[in-house]
């Protein structure tokens, strides 16, 4: 069984932000809410590095972990998932996650901020899979269709790779022989341990 | 008589008592376990077919040409 992990190559991210628009158009997500966003380290200065960051879908996720209400769930092949109908908004997920991933919608009075929104690896929620109630409340599923996250797929540049982390791993660890650099695998050691696979 | 008033009014409050009687079973979670719905993709992940239509799907999409 495949372990989906997401990977930004910052060598090739050229900040294009093709990644958040793909994103929002497959997803529908509502103003405000941004799912994948393109970080720009040392901006303007010489050697600055970009990369496109979202839910990294942890192997020990520590917003499950937090979650009051344990309304998150990890699929078979690692995608870590929420049932919205439990989800209370209390926001305990947005400060356990080390990348900033839980969005939420609404920020009315006394503190409501709606249920928490976040990447899917485009694999959608716990409703029927393909399912106009699952396409409105997640997004899209396209991992059910046999389909990778459309923010990886759309990326000009193969900077962001999603798909088995064995797989993600030998094509990252192939540039890295190429180009004889050192490999920066940002975000990986935090979110899957400290094994490159 | 006054006696068996006063025992009759006793049954009678024994079992009024024992009627507003409830008996509580609260319902017990396991801290750390998900609460929500099943999702039917967990069963999908583990068709072998679909596993290796994504893998090729990544080979096709990752791999510079």
């Avoid at chain 1, 069984?1 to 050229?14: N, P, T, V, Y």
């Avoid at chain 1, 990369?51 to 699929?75: G, L, N, R």
Wanted: charged content about 25%; glycine content about 10%.
């Amino acid at each position: 069984m495949a372990r989906m992990k997401f990977l930004c190559d910052a060598e090739r991210c050229i900040e294009c932000n093709a990644c958040v628009t793909a994103c929002k158009n497959e997803n529908e997500v509502p103003w405000g809410v941004n799912r994948r966003r393109v970080i720009t380290l040392n901006d303007g200065e010489p050697g600055e590095k970009s990369i496109s960051v979202a839910c990294m879908h942890c192997t020990d996720a520590p917003c499950a972990a937090v979650c009051p209400v344990d309304c998150f769930y990890t699929t078979t092949d690692g995608l870590v998932l929420h049932d919205k109908d439990l989800c209370i908004g209390c926001g305990y997920c947005f400060y356990a996650c080390p990348f900033g991933a839980p969005q939420f919608p609404e920020e009315t009075a006394f503190g409501v901020r709606g249920k928490m929104d976040k990447c899917t690896f485009c694999a959608g929620g716990p409703l029927e899979d393909n399912s106009n109630a699952e396409y409105e409340k997640y997004g899209a599923n396209r991992i059910a269709q046999g389909k990778l996250p459309a923010c990886a797929e759309m990326c000009a540049t193969k900077a962001l790779l999603a798909g088995d982390g064995d797989l993600v791993a030998d094509i990252y660890r192939k540039r890295v022989m190429q180009r004889s650099g050192r490999p920066q695998t940002w975000g990986w050691q935090k979110a899957y341990g400290a094994g490159v696979s | 008589m006054r006696r068996y008033c006063v025992l009759a009014l006793a049954a009678v409050a024994a079992a009024g008592l024992g009627g507003c009687y409830e008996t509580a079973t609260p319902k017990m979670y396991e801290p750390g376990v998900y609460k929500g719905s099943q999702d039917s993709l967990g069963n999908k992940l583990d068709n072998e077919e679909l596993d290796q239509q994504l893998s090729e799907r990544f080979r096709t999409a990752a791999q510079d040409r």
